[in-house]
């Protein structure tokens, strides 16, 4: 019985890991779309992230002549990276062996890990866009990473654990409760969300050349299938933030462990709770202008101090 | 036979005075007067082994009385005074080739740096208290000749204030002695014994307190002037600077010892009358303002061997207060840092002295880079320089680590001035002399070669004693520091 | 009670030497400061002869004659030939003036005088009170060398705080042994002799005997 | 091996008499500098392999010790051995051993003579350290600590001509010996009874004192470690000194030298001391933080390459001493387990700074080499020339910037672990501290990141800045091999923390009393408390990456092709691309001295728009040197004039000082 569990609960994980990585360009579509009929555009529809990378994988790869090895290798690295933290995150199901691998605290290095090797890989060439996207991308990061880990910390400390299975379980079987550390949490997560995810008021995704621009300039040099790999990870990333959201905030009705009744209703109001959040991001992005790249740091600050706030709340309150 | 060892150690420095004030202007001068260094320096050996051997022993009907305290300290003497003899036999070579020094002058140096000799070896063995001020006075003396060697105004200033404070705070000191005297003849009747220093600690228990007390303000006034106690330390620096290098050197590594070795003495009395700590206390408290003082002056200084002045005040200070202190360890500490400084101390003038020749002022804003002008002055000065600072593993820090951590267990309150000045003293010498020892040079070659044997026999041994003591030196430590209890 | 002869003559010297001591500290002109003190020396002498006498000591006739040789003929023959030698014949005015001076020295005879009275209490026989006198000598000669500008006055204080030395020493405490009063009288003498030595060299270096010219050496 | 009758200790011994010897060869070969880079440095590298061994020996084994004829009558050496000093041993060796191979190619440019001496004092500054490792009783303690001070200063100066390099090697000496006379007060205080053998750690052990002296001698170790590990606001000589030294020093002083300034504090702190106070903890807290910051802070604004690394080491000697405070708050308060978990991690974060700090000093040193430049603004794609460096470089970088699966992030996870089991302390204050700390511990950590991409990007990545840099040459083998096996440990110790674990579970027994093990069974998942709070398993995580990623470079292979262009940078179209156009140092730390502006004393020049040869400069310096030290000196200068007024020059003064002391000393006693 035990093994067979096992066994089952890896096939899970692969099958997750399959899903998350097919599903995450659909969420960048449906995102873009929303914000298109926000807009009163018609919109390329859902499925555009889908022919934007078949194409850039058809094309040949060019490189700058002083690219190093570094730069080659970049795009894989941060693509395994956001493929892993996606695929580590409980969305259907709490049971994911491999998540006893890496807990909140390793997610957090996951991503700092992608951070890091695109922002040198951006640096590689030596043009100033690259340099420019590199430094604007640790210092939005050095204030987002701490807000994301703190606000993931209020989680743990409430569910004491730090591997998210746990805490997923401890926030969605148990009987219904009001965290107001969570709420703090909750603000802050979005405001982490935005900026890690290059979105308005930080950055712009949809730009290409803007002398504000974040993430994109980090990629200029990039073309073809590492473009792909890059713009794919991107929305895995974004997927991976959504689906921590969904997991830390609104976890309810996901399928206990071995309890795979469950499943059905936990993917449908998985669904469900992806396209509203997609939906909403996009509203937040169409009602809100970009700010002065300066003001980033406050912005950040802002979010950094909210989830503090939020744990200092839970250790005051017990909640 | 005591008497026959203790003749020789005094007669040969005597002889040597009057060989060298007929022949001081031969050319073999100079050797004549190592010889006798050097024979003194056997006396004293001798002597030692034999009052190890069989404990503290008095001679010539009790006038003289030796026992492991002063022995030590006449051995050390002799020792210092031989190393200093070798070095200045090159350096004053030197600087008659400067013409800084006439012939007629190096005759009155000879002589006087033997009868020198003498005066602190009859001072340190006497049992008189009497013949002790005797002795001291006699010190003086020859020292202000020598320190007034070089006959310019700046010399002729110091010694005249050397002679003027030393003088009045000896005659304080004889004050003190008879009020000893008075005290004594109470006790121990009319006459030859009252004022020998083994009868007077029999009967220490008896001496009357009130007399006692004044008697000492009056020694500790008066031989600490000699030891360069703040604030009756003004003529030290002077003297020091102006004299001939030798003459700082003994300065430094004997005298102010001789004078200390009088104020324990009168110190082992005074609280043995008295029965409690007062003579201490008074002495840690001078131990104490010296070495403030003395450190932060430090960090003024623009002559060099006058900076290393003020550093001997403040280890005499800290001698002091460990000796203040008393008790076993701090008692034996004490010692152990007179030794220690005695031999750094010369060895630094030494290679001071070098270093001065090589670049012809005393100003240490132009000595520069000795390391790189020569290795073995520069080597000299930078090892001396940690070793008086206080660094392991030389010999004044296994002193400095006792005098210190036994003030840190029996007197808190004090250790807070001895960490700031230690810190103090080490900016203010270290950085002073980093630029010296370092850097790129301005100096010229010798006409005569150095003598840096002494500087680095002094040296390995302050190593040694930092690092091993001999067990044999270390019950003589121990028995002399119960001797002083 | 009846006090003996001897003593109340002690007493009387011992007054007189004070009263010398004053007068020196008051005198401006150096070769009556040098008469004042030969005479404090004679004063001295005479009353270690009466000591000597009156405790009948012999040693202390030596050391009465030493005083009498020394102190009261050859140390004042002496000054008075570097006086003609060196020319010098008034002091310049004191640091302090002369009836401050004169105060500061009578405060300083009542300090002594209350230093000293346990300790006279001690004292039997011949000598009560005298080491107050003694002391108060010292200090006044300190006093003197405080005050003084030029280098043989400070000289001759000196050899007078010498004398308080030496009048504590024999008449309070009944004579020193020999042999330390000895050795220190022939401290005084080779002092002396030096201390001509370089009244002629400080002549010839700054050619003044003004201590004022002596305080180049300082920390600056 | 105890069969045979031989102790670690001795074995150790051993090693340090061939160090010396080494040494003084080292002066007999001045005039064979060949033979004594490739023959004395190696067989150096290899006695420090063997420590280490030793050390790893000794962990498990019990105490021992040994007393020698040296040192003081009645208070000879003694020396112990026992699992805290063999920690602190290997990290010893292991550093040293990739330090010493990389300096038998490093020295070689350098003169006979400077280099006999300079050999004399690295192998005398090994000794040293070893020593304070072993030492037993305080004056073995301390002469074998100023000899470590000693000998490295020298090594500082070794170009004494450089005036810079004097100052900073006199401020280096200075705070170092006023921290040892704190240190050597501090046990004083400790000393038990009286009599010389009462400085013997045994007698200090047995010593029972009251809070109040206790916490008296805690502070002054505080004080006196402190100041040895740069820790705020003694800080000031660690950025001068540590780029002054040669990079192997500087390696080894960043790497090793500060650790025995934490060994010290655990020993006095767990060993000597038999009570501790929960305030002690919370001040170890405070302090440990606000260094944190402070250095990454400082660091991320600096130009100056080893500047900037010596920076990032205050930043971490903060983060070893917030540990501590968190270990003394845990363990006086009887958390054994996380007493135990938070002291695991200090140690296994002071291994880890070891090994990556070393890596990138010595890094620099090659760098430093091939182009003689240490201002960042002058370097820039170096990775092009040279690839080794910068390859093992980059783990260094990874290392300390804390990613996984590298060691760094290791500790840095079993610190927050610590954190966040923290609640449930019994004092409410201390309690609301623990989630900023670990805030600040988290903000460190992300900075430290920023850090480190400026440090590897300006330096080897982009377009060299300079022509010279065009002919760079790549680090030399021996320099290789060093950096190599530094990084080699990175990764080991980022992969296997569990075996490491298991070492230093004695460690954490001896001085708390209780082990941390594994609840994990297995070597692959680190779970230091119980699977179902937290465990991490490095292994799978790289596995895991590394799968991906070739699963999707051969798909996309196999899906579509493989093919790649070579052709100028695209940078939007903009054909004029200079190397004048990326980042500087400067620019790169421009936002954060933006936003810790307060914190910076600026001073810089900007050029206007208009001339023709823009220079820019500017320079961040501290403002604590202005706060604290420059009062301190004025205050020095002020008093010591006032002594000065003593020596007045009139003799009248003189006599009046003898007089007014005689009278007073009459009147008062």
Redesign the interface.
Known sequence: MENYDLIFAILFQLAQLVVVVLAAPLLTGWVNQCQAWLQNRSGAGVLQPYRVLHKLFHKDAVIAHNASPLFRVTPYIVFGCMWLAAAIIPIIAVDLPFSQAADVIALVGVFAVARVFISLAAMDIGTAFGSLGARREMLVSFLAEPALLMVLFTASMISHSTQLPRIVETLAHHQFVLYPSLAFAALAFIIVLLAENARIPVDNPSTHLELTMIHEAMILEYSARHLALIEWASSLKLFAYISIGIALFVPHGIAEVGHWAGLPLGIVLLLLKLMLAGAGLAVLETVMAKMRIFRAPEFLGTAFLLAVLGLLIHFLLGA | MIDLQLLALLLIPLLGGGLLAVFGSRSWAAELNSLMSFLTFAASVVLTVRVIDSGPQVAFSE?FFIDQFNVFLVALTAFVAFTTSLFSRPYMRIEQHHGKLTTGMLHLYYSMYQLFTFAMLIALTTN?M??V??AM??AT?TT??LV?LY????S??????Y???C???I??A??GT??L??AA??VLG???T??LWTHLNDVKGEL?P??L??AF??L??GYG?KVGL???H??L??AH??GPTPVSAVLSGLLLNVALCAVVRSKVLVDGSLGNH?AGN?MMGFGLLSVL?AS??????KDIKRMFAYSSIEHMGLITFAFGMG???AT?AGMLHMTVHSLTKSAIFFAVGHAVQKVGTQQMDSIRGM?QVSPTVGWGLALGT?AI?G???FGV??SE??I??????EY?WA?PIL?VS???A???I??KM??IV???TTAKPLPHPPALVPVFVHLLLVLML????P?YL??W??QAAALLG | MHIPFTLQFINLLAALLLLVSFAMLAQRRILSLVNLFAWQGALLALSTFIVAYSSNQHHLYYSAGLTLLLKVLLLPWLLHRLMRKLNVRWDVETLINIPTTMLFGIALVIFAFNLAAPISQLAEGITRGLIGIALACVLLSLLMMLTRRKAVTQVVAFLSLENGLFFAATSATQGMPLVVELGIALDVLVATFIFGIFFFQIRETFDSLDIGHMEKLKDD | MDAVGILPLDVVGWLVQFWIVLGVAGMFLQRAPQQLNNIVFPLSALTSLLLAAVGLWALASPATVMVLPLGLPDLPFHLRLDSLSAFFLILLGGASFGVSLYSAGYFKTMAGGMLGLLCLEYHLFLVGMTLVLLADDAYMFMVAWETMALSSYFLVTTDHSIPDIRKAGFLYLLIAHVGAIAILLSFGVMQGGNGIDAYTFDAMRGAHLDPFWSSVAFLLALFGFGAKAGVLPMHVWLPEAHPAAPSPVSALMSGVMLKTAIYGLLRVTFDLLDTQLWWWGVLALGLGLLTAVFGVMFAAVQGDMKRLLAYSSIENIGLLLVGIGLTLIFHVYDKDALAALSLTATLYHSLNHAMFKSLLFIGTGSILHATGERNMGRLGGLIRRMPWAAMLMLVGVLAISGLPPLNGFVSEWMMLQAFLLSPGLPNSYINMLVPVAAAVIALAAALAAYVMVKFYGVIFLGQPREAALEHAHDAGTWERIGMGWLALLCVVLGLAPVFVLGQLDHVSQMLLGTQLGNAAGNWVFLAPVDTERASYSPLYFLLAVLGVMLLTSLLVRRLYHGRVRRSDPWDCGFPAQTARMQDTAEGFGQPIRRIFEPFFLIEREVPSPFDTHPRYHGRSDDRLWYILYEPVKQAAAKLSSAASLLQHGRIHLYLTYTFVTLIVLLVFV
Do not use: C
């Open positions: 006038q008189n009497g013949i001020w005797v006075e006699a003396l202000v000749l007034s006959r310019t105004p700046a002729l200033e110091a010694a005249w204030k002679f003027i404070l003088g009045v705070g005659a304080l004889l004050f008879i009020l005297y008075f003849e109470r009319q006459g030859g009252a004022l009357e009130t007399v007390k004044l303000i009056f500790l006034v002037t703040v604030p009756l003004s003529w620096p002077d600077a102006e007062f008074l003082v932060f002056s430090l960090f003024r200084q008790g076993p360890v034996f390391l940690f600072l660094m392991p593993p820090f296994a680590f006792l210190i951590t036994t003030a840190m267990h808190p250790t960490l230690l810190g103090v080490f900016a203010a270290f950085g980093q630029p370092f850097g790129e930092g690092l091993y003591m067990p270390a019950d430590y121990r």
